[in-house]
């Protein structure tokens, strides 16, 4: 068993750089793929199961006509994850990316040697890659900017529904790039003005005890999101509510943070260089992600800590570049 | 040299279905790829360097990185077809696709043997995979059915980008086949309720004999639109005017076309199953595509009809199915 | 006393047929009439006083200046039911469409014989007649087609006043024609792309045992979908929520059904063919019409069974067209 | 022949209060009725062609199926308004009103004696019922009083299809009824703010000499308003723009005006009893109205005025009330 | 000590006409100014904390930089009201208006003399002068018209930051004065076609024994509105709800009032005309003001009738003129 | 006559710091003021007469009832000129402010020696406070930052009136300051997503040969705008075009610039950093303020130079603080 990392595409494990897409496919043309990422907590997948059902929501709604199961695709995953558990560090966590795309369109189907039919892709990294950048941030906190990019409303094209046709997640993150400052990230109002999210997170605040997330409407409704709203918060008895949230209310509110896969939860300190409550991380914050670590077996800040000890100490190969495009 | 077709991709020319993007790409991440689909006439390139500038504008506004200049992009565009056209048929035609992509997002930098920096890639097919099934639409016209789908404002995402976020065109061209008949073009509005553009075309109307386009808006600007606009229409002394039309205003109207680069002009002949004008292609739509055909001394409709003909003759490897998702 | 049935107009019963609008009344001049439509089980009127109720409302705020009150106008509808059974079957139910216009335009109250006021009138058919094609839909179900047509939303005309200037209902009717497939009936979305109504109907999706309607803003508050939802519903212990429910969620849902007067309940089984649920007929809207039956003491699905059955038999004057327009 | 006026309908000429729809009509149900209201200068029907041809515009979208052609309905307008002429006063116009309906739903064709099919009606009356009491405006002006009712933007159904559905016309005028003062007439803005239409006019400012019409989008496009921007306005070599049209910009104005079939035009002096100009009739508007009172023969202003001092010399039947309800 | 009254202006106090912000203040530049106006009940303030509490949030969101505390600000408050108190009748009670603004431009702040860096200002006036001619409406209730002036949406220009540049609530008290009739108040809707709230006050409506606020979006979130709903209603077992309001909502209500801190709460008896309930105040508004009263030991409505008698009994300097501009 | 400055105050002169409103006036309650700000070229008042004509547009929507003639408040100006010249210095310009508010509320009419009815007051102070800084931006260009901030659109407050509710434009000002890079100007949306103004500037594309204006919807129509499309570039053959802007077309554009009566023209060399043309001011850009210099008889760059110069030799009082808000 090899000590390299392998990406599953369909039935095959191959090269992690031969994991491509074809310019003909529907992926690449029309920016039609479907997909998950996922992360592990002590190895142990997390929500596997949530973020596939999500998966094939999108590609019934989608029409995607996929000739494997939800089951069958959880199965490569793990398989995925144990092919490439060898050329993971003891430290390391899994971080799956699902792809599903439609294939090459119809008139391109003949071109010689060119793979016809759906791609199912499952790549497996470390997710210190993406994260390793981001332990300071649990202390200092982010920055939110509202950009004058607004989210695209649900009714256009569904962020519900995860897909690649996203090029305004990334022309927000060109503007927030223009802020002065550091630990800029974007925050979107959607079209009618109110808090949706962030360019690949999702917005909470948190006002005289109750965490209040945006209705989901506009959003990714993210799997970590769902998991704070229905296991941790309640957990910890702290009342939960969806609904729409102004600016206004967030330069109220006590606290505020955005979450996501990989790194979890990470405050929000200040908006447009307007501090949230004292400033700093907040008492609810510390408490949802102390209560997660424990759930988990896993200090999820000290992890990102040491790995990112870890890669000052000793010259990588993987030299973790900033947190560009999320 | 080979009769087999290749596709330049950073630097080298290489078998067609190697042309791949890794899925590490920000053009697979987020849509993030800018693009540009060209044709010939009698193997002269038509407007390529048009086609460039407007690829170079996009590229300028997404703020890519490029070291090549659109000189340079040109050559390489000529020596692709060059190469290529040993592959070509004698009748055919050269199909460019110039793909741009931003590169690997940071964090996968320094996966082993990926390529660093953006993607440069031309393709060149021949163009009769795209129209050969279309041959009867200029006699027949198209039935444009207009979906609930309606297109992204200009304000958040702007389709003037010739970009690969284009979800909600294929979601378009799901809901028209879900219509009764056949011929159905998706035809979408925009916010405001006008008339935008179809899933990869340009809608025109001629009322009292003025030849009407949409405001170059919520829309691609074509530059098959622009030459009918600024060269052939002058031509024919039509004029010509750009307006908010309304479905109203094209029901109203003696013809309607749309257009784009691979098939030039094709007759809507009715709209929502309401006749436009006498149900038939109208007589300046006859006359603009007449003079189009005499400029590049090519019949063009007779040139697809032939293709339609030499398909159905011998069997080909390369057969053309229905134009599904343009 | 005959066998024909008769329609109350002003205080008399005339024929059926004579039951006609001066083309000089606002109602034809301007949509201008209020107006409600009712049914029986059994004989029995269903919820007639509410539907008064909301009529004398839609009345107050159009400023009508009528010289009954409610309770005439109540003692009216069971004295037209009363006359006209004599004509009905003994399976037949009474269906009473109350009309009240405003009369005449102030210029034209001097024609010779025209009558001036309000008129008020009261009809009263078998119910068969709209519903008895629709046996097949409680087991099949309904295909919705979400329309490029939307809701007018309630600022600009107000869809709780019941009235007749919907010519926006049949205009998505005539979209929904178009379809390919059959049993497709129009779904549409309100401006803000929340799923708001059917051109007649009201809409409704089941998600993890929680009944859930669009917010009773850009919609007919239907009387029907009150009962469901404040007395059936309740009855069998099935939570109740409003919420703008976008196209996402009702491809998510597990069960989805409209619901109106004349055939109280049928499920939806696909949206824009796309399967809801498992594509048929779910658990809970069969207990609900199951709870409806026996509140009402009459099997719903078989009685408009039955009724389509006596119409294959004999042939009958009154054969039911299909249910073109509501 | 007798001198009391009749209705064409459907084939037959029947007495005007017998000129009636049943309630079972489309027309009734929805407010699908299409209609033309026309007038005669000298008893010379005033572009009557082109009034039938915008009625069989709105036939054709709205999927009316008619089996008489244009011309035929030109021939029975001509004859309803000859067989009426003896009913008039030699100093009478004629008013025909035009109306189109559907026909009974496909559930109501079996009802005993019941009329199947469109509806095809051509009513006739004196114009100065319409227009008798305006005969102070031509000098005093109107105020129009914008109202927060707003117009239905145009994609959601359409005012450019003369149509029946027209509630808020009316509700816009009851609103009207509530400001202080004399002459109120309403004007409605679009969604957008712009300035629209009034309940059954159109809407001009003259600025530096120009006369400018808002853009023809949420308006019905009046016959009168095409025939003042293409012909009378020309034959004065007064320049016609049409652009949208802030409140801003009527303030601005240096006259103000509506135009309508019944009373050609009358002069806004005020809108929200805000003076318009010098608050007086403009002069470009004196001009205009008395080029089109050359242009037909009769001296507009003077034959209302003449109909008023008619009706308060001698005690007539039809009396003319407040033209409450245009 | 004098029995003059006198403003707290930067640390002193002056006369009350001297009590002024120069031509060349933000505040005068661009409307850029922040402020509270509170009451007293029997002399004590109420709610100041809560009021200086939101002026904060304010100043913090508009970047004021200011240099006292909220705790110093209400101590200048109590000086103030005490300092005043000598020029107060004894039935009177205080209404301070606290101002504050930036300052004067960077360019002009090297006029001679000119006052650099942000005002603070509190006024101390009897608040008789704002509500005396209000006494009769506790009774008569108010006419609320709805105005085509809408609220800005939040997302352009926060109201519930209490600032100064709110000319369109002036242009709506324009508008309500040009209606029919005594006691109009504007009321606005927001540009959705939800009620958002009068032009200086907050509504509300009861239905079926529920007090319903609009969602706290696009007003000024009233301190006053607050007491309401989270301390009168719940000691009367009131259930409370925000929800967005149609208009239609609150013609079907069965109470309606709005609130505000001068007035406390007044009865909406109609809008537009249209009687809400049964047009007079209602048992609910009546409780909930009786409670109020027996919790600040005043009775509201007589005290506001006393004060408006005192002021027919004598002639009297400052005689309040109509309640023109709030 | 002495050498200090004096605003002309309700027909006396007063001290420059003593130019103020009373906090009661509704100038400071609702940011009820109307006003103008001119320039002077070599001492000669520039546009005057227009200034104070848009000015009485403005007072009359808002119906002000002023005493005194557009002639008479002409005179106020040249005589308050007058009178300071001898304070400014011989290449001074004079910066008149005229400011009309509508004067105390009527609640507050009687306090002690508090001025009644309307404030007209002009100022009158050296324009090189306002511009000296910005000599360098003539060479160097701004950027124009987009900024979430939008305009308010003109149906809810028209800045076509100019007045002090403009809190928005100092929000954008904040905002763009939180932009890295210097030079950073604001430059606002309309809720459609086009361009309309900035906080203070009116904004200009070129793009081949034409220079093109965004409508005059949501913006301020300012004088100097008018002065270039009507005058000045029509002088130099070059064709003007109103036209809705969007983002794509200014990042297309050849040249873009801002105008605004104290600093006449600043070239936009980059919208979010992003180049426009070449990144220098534009050759026509060029043409058009030498060819204003030449009309004026004033090198309108070098003087701004001059002032610039100056004030760095010789320590002045009043010394020029970064143009913060304009």
Known sequence: MTRERKVYMNGKFIKESDAKISIFDSALMFGDMVFEMTRSFNKKHFKLKEHIERLFTGLKILRYDLSITKEELYDICIETARQNEPAFEKDDEHRLMIDVSRGVLGIYEDIDGIHNGPNIIVADFPLKWTVKGMSKLYKSGINNVVTSQRVIPSHLMDPKIKNRSRLFYLMANIEASLFKGENNWALML?????????????????????????????????????????????????????????????????????????????????????????????????????????????????????????????????????????
Chains 1, 2, 3, 4, 5, 6 share one sequence.
Do not use: H
Not at 199 to 211: A, C, E, H, Q, R
Not at 238 to 263: G, H, Q, R, S
């Open 190 to 326: 959607d079209p009618d003005g109110f808090i949706a999210e962030g360019s690949g997170d999702n917005f909470f605040i948190i006002k005289d005890g109750v965490l209040i997330s945006p209705e989901g409407r506009n959003m990714l409704r993210g799997i970590t999101r769902q998991y704070i709203m229905e296991e941790l918060a309640p957990r910890l008895n702290i009342p939960v509510k969806e609904k729409n949230i102004e600016l206004f209310d967030a330069y109220e509110a006590d606290e505020a943070f955005i979450c996501a896969t990989p790194f979890c939860m990470i405050p929000v300190t200040s908006i447009n260089s307007v501090k949230i409550g004292n400033g700093k991380p907040g008492e609810l914050f510390k408490s949802l992600i102390k209560e997660w670590s424990s759930m988990v077996g896993i200090d999820i800040i000290k992890q990102v800590e040491n790995w990112n000890k870890d890669s000052s100490k000793k010259s990588t190969k993987n030299k973790v570049t900033p947190y560009k495009f999320k």
